[in-house]
């Protein structure tokens, strides 16, 4: 039993009269009638003591025509890539120390694998102050799925933290024609209005801002990095040659950019060796190696019971570590 199109709706009783609605059947698949006596408490493809797991993002695994996730669109193209995850998802908030090397759980929170994660995770990053209201927090990384102005604001505006999140992407970032008018490029950083890429020159932790500078890339015969038409290159009309501006062009960036977008506004450059350095640290492989990917009990909250004694026990085991390094630091000569 594992319709990926499971929703809330197959849980619900139905009868003959009164058919129950197939979110699979929405989707152009092959779904259930949920016609027999079976289906007619709950749709005998979903699963009954997991009523709250979903699946997400991947297809092309088992599409047999007697799946209930078979495509009946023979023109839509099917992908044989990812991997099939079916349950829920944990979102751990982890305190990473570079010092010391090791990292912890601070607050946790399990959600339906298909449910957004910013919200929660924003909610967490609120919940800090109370639960641990000595810790100052220096930078936020996380994945993509937490790229949402929830988030993002909150890491920004509350926590006063850098932000480490990976990018989530736009159909608008293919059009480089586009950059020069808005500002910036598919990775945040800033493009003057002419198509050169503007320079780092750090965050003010104490403004809050990233300052970027143009360094009259223009008159020191580097390339443009979208060319735009009509254009001459380098463009006598640039205000910002002159000896008036020694660095060019200044753009400060703070919460989000000229245009009002936050989407792609960082403290620190994409893809930058301290970019790299602070994103690996929110990696954790501890729960894999346990084998805690696959959950030995059923229910929303039998699960987040076992993966919240998980986290109890990884922070003991970290702990633990910590008291038996230091007691052989102070025992050797």
């Known amino acids: 039993m594992c319709c990926i199109s499971v929703n809330y709706t197959c849980y619900q009783p139905c009868t003959p009269d009164q058919p129950r609605p197939c979110p699979a059947k929405d989707k152009e698949r092959r779904g259930c009638d949920c016609s027999t006596l079976a289906c007619a408490q709950a749709c005998c493809q979903a699963t009954p003591r997991d009523r709250e ?8 695994s088992n599409q047999s025509p007697d799946n209930p996730n078979y495509s009946t669109n023979s023109e839509k193209p099917v992908r044989e890539d ?31 694998a298909n449910g957004h ?17 000595d810790l100052q927090v220096a930078d936020v990384a996380g994945d993509a799925g937490l790229g949402y102005e929830s988030f993002l604001h909150t890491t920004y505006a509350h926590l006063h933290a850098r ?10 970032d293919r059009d480089k024609q586009q950059w020069p008018t808005r500002g910036y490029d598919d990775h945040g ?7 050169y890429s503007l320079v780092s020159y750090g965050f003010d932790q104490k403004r809050q801002r990233h300052k970027w ?11 443009p990095t979208v060319c735009l038409p009509k254009v001459t290159y380098p463009p006598p009309e640039c205000p910002y040659q002159s000896d008036t501006h020694r660095h060019g062009r200044i753009i400060h960036v703070g919460e989000c950019f000229a245009d009002g977008s936050i989407r792609l506004a960082r403290d620190i450059p994409f893809g930058s060796p301290a970019w790299k350095t602070l994103y690996h640290r929110a990696r954790n492989a501890t729960f894999e190696a346990w084998g805690f990917k696959r959950l030995p009990v059923f ?10 004694l998980a986290d109890v026990l990884d922070t003991l085991s970290t702990l633990t570590r910590l008291v038996r390094e230091a007691t052989l630091a102070s025992l050797s000569p």
């Not at 994660?117 to 800090?128: F, G, R």
Request: proline fraction near 7%; hydrophobic fraction near 35%.
């Open 53 to 60: 797991a979903r699946f997400i993002v991947y297809t092309g």
């Open 82 to 112: 990812g991997k099939p995850r079916y349950g829920y998802r944990s979102l751990p908030l982890r305190l990473a120390d570079p010092l010391r090397r090791f990292s912890l759980t601070l607050l946790d929170d399990v959600r339906p």
């Open 117 to 133: 994660e910013d919200v929660p995770s924003a909610a967490l990053l609120l919940q800090l102050k109370d639960h641990y209201p």
């Open 163 to 172: 932000r480490v999140i990976d990018q989530r992407q736009h159909l608008t």
């Open 189 to 195: 950083r800033p493009i003057c209005n002419y198509g």
């Open 213 to 223: 500078c143009c360094d009259k890339a223009c008159l020191r015969a580097q390339s």
């Open 299 to 308: 229910g929303l909250l039998r699960s987040k019971a076992l993966i919240f």
